[in-house]
């Protein structure tokens, strides 16, 4: 998909978000104005483990920001 011009309404930069994997990728294909989507909900899933990777994993296949400001962000409880 490559984007001639740029979306005019917030509706519109979403519907692109959701083609392009990140910022770099957007750009290459003339989105210059790209923001993924935003993360619904934190995990308290320890940085590094099997279940953070899978979350990450998932994050990115729905095309929302990989990291939500509420994640846990160390591996003691």
Request: glycine content about 6%; charged content about 25%.
């Amino acid at each position: 998909m490559y984007v001639h011009t740029q979306p005019e309404t917030a509706e519109e930069l979403e519907q692109l978000s959701r083609h392009f994997c990140d910022a770099n990728d957007a750009s290459r294909h003339g989105l210059l104005d790209f923001a993924p989507l935003p993360c619904p909900a934190p995990t308290g899933a320890a940085p590094g483990s099997a279940e953070k990777q899978r979350i990450l994993a998932q994050r990115f296949a729905a095309g929302v920001e990989l990291w939500h400001p509420k994640d846990r962000i160390s591996d003691t409880a």
